[in-house]
């Protein structure tokens, strides 16, 4: 009888196992206000992710060129030892299409992020990063690769009424 249960909890594991993987999927949104959008990221990262104002002197030619708003979006670095502040790890900037058009020279990298979302005549500009900003051997690195591997992805964002 006792080898009757142990067989099945062999044959039970592979499946429990696989259905505690689909779990780690799980995901937060972040609200970008007062960017009207909320982005998904991994739920276990998203206690370490932080919102702000577009701070010093740029701002000035974020709102030269008209755009509605914009978001700082910070990384909290985890705990493990790293006590390394709190980063900017992306923008986020809420333009009308045509002032984002307008903003766009082809012989510079995009000022205002790439096109993410365009809909109903404004833009969602992402402009984060295009390497890791902390050593992928790190818990926080890893972190940082698991979100930026979907911010210029338009799924991970939902358009806020």
Do not use: W
């Amino acid at each position: 009888m006792l080898s009757y249960f142990i067989r099945r909890a062999i044959l039970l594991l592979p499946a429990a196992l696989a259905l505690g993987a689909c779990t780690s999927n799980k995901t937060s949104e972040i609200s970008l206000g007062p960017v009207p959008y909320a982005m998904k990221v991994p739920a276990d990262i998203a206690p370490r992710i932080s919102t702000g104002p577009v701070e010093g002197p740029f701002r000035r030619d974020v709102d030269n060129a008209g755009c509605l708003a914009a978001t700082t979006v910070y990384f909290n670095p985890g705990p493990g030892g790293e006590n390394l502040p709190r980063t900017i790890f992306m923008t986020a900037y809420f333009f009308p299409a045509a002032k984002f058009d307008a903003a766009q020279n082809p012989n510079e990298p995009p000022r205002f992020g790439k096109e993410v979302v365009r809909s109903g005549g404004t833009v969602l500009g992402i402009a984060g990063p295009h390497d890791t900003i902390y050593d992928p051997a790190t818990p926080s690195g890893r972190d940082v690769v698991r979100l930026n591997k979907s911010i210029y992805e338009p799924q991970t964002y939902r358009h806020l009424p």
